[in-house]
């Protein structure tokens, strides 16, 4: 990852434009997946730093899905993803951030390998009341070699702990560790930002050893 644009300057969403045109001068794409369980605000962070509104795969829930799909935790939460979140981020005139929101239900995990390839990175979000439901995601980005970083995300009612979170999660103190506020532009950018020098740092650490 380029030192850069290690600033993420987050350009801003033209209002009333729902798709911002692609820079012609666009030549160099990088892919990041948010990953996590069911409601923990993966589309709305997308929705957040995206500079075009996301293309979003929510479907309401309905009585078809009970006793498959699990809301439990997720009070109030009433639709759910069933492919993807899409959102992007122009970092200058040739790169650009694709934004990945991966599927949270169990039964979509399948298509979270799919999503992995070619991935540059990614972040985990956690909502630190259902910290186990962040396990399966944390695995199989380590399975497949991706680096990674952890975003607690601030729920009403919710303490976030970032010690007791990192013991619950088994990460090793290499792994950055976060909080946010996924419905904030701000915040959800700090979340990037950390996974962009994340992985600079690895870059440069690969680049040094013999």
């Given at each position: ?71 439990s935790g997720a009070t109030g ?134």
């Open positions: 990852m380029d030192s850069r644009i290690s600033d993420l300057d987050l350009p801003s969403r033209p209002p009333g434009l729902d798709r911002a045109p692609l820079h012609g001068t666009a030549a160099d794409g990088v892919k990041i997946v948010v990953v996590g369980g069911f409601g923990v605000g993966k589309t709305t962070l997308v929705g957040a730093v995206s500079e075009i509104r996301p293309l979003s795969t929510e479907e309401v829930m309905t009585q078809a899905g009970a006793g498959v799909d699990h809301n939460k009433t639709t759910t993803t069933v492919a993807f979140d899409f959102g992007r981020i122009t970092l200058n005139e040739e790169m650009v951030l694709y934004l990945f929101g991966a599927p949270g239900q169990e039964r979509f995990w399948f298509l979270w390998d799919k999503l992995f390839a070619g991935t540059l990175g990614a972040v985990v979000l956690v909502d630190t009341r259902r910290i186990s439901d962040s396990w399966y995601a944390i695995d199989r980005l380590e399975h497949h070699g991706t680096p990674f970083i952890v975003a607690c995300n601030n729920f009403p009612g919710s303490t976030v702990d970032l010690t007791a979170v990192r013991d619950a999660l088994s990460l090793s103190e290499d792994v950055p560790l976060v909080d946010c506020d996924a419905r904030d532009r701000q915040s959800a950018k700090r979340v990037l930002l950390a996974l962009v020098n994340r992985l600079y740092a690895l870059t440069s650490a690969r680049e040094t050893t013999p």
